[in-house]
């Protein structure tokens, strides 16, 4: 696998209308709690270093 510098990486994933309608139908407190244990499993498996490689905000942070 060829190693590319300075590309910038994109990851896009794309919900269905139904699935997006699910979602806006929850009660903000449950939308929350769920965006905070997707990102809480994304940087279990990821880590910030690689995350950073596809998410800027994460540049420079560190793993607990």
Avoid: C, Q, Y
Avoid at 11 to 27: G, Q, R, T
Avoid at 28 to 54: D, P, S
């Amino acid at each position: 696998m060829k190693k590319r510098k300075n590309k910038e990486i994109e990851v896009v994933h794309f919900f269905s209308e139904e699935k997006l309608n699910e979602f806006k139908d929850m009660p903000v407190r449950t939308r929350l709690l769920w965006l905070e244990k997707a990102n809480a499993f994304i940087n279990a498996v990821l880590g910030f270093k690689k995350r950073a490689l596809f998410d800027k905000r994460f540049k420079g942070l560190k793993s607990k």
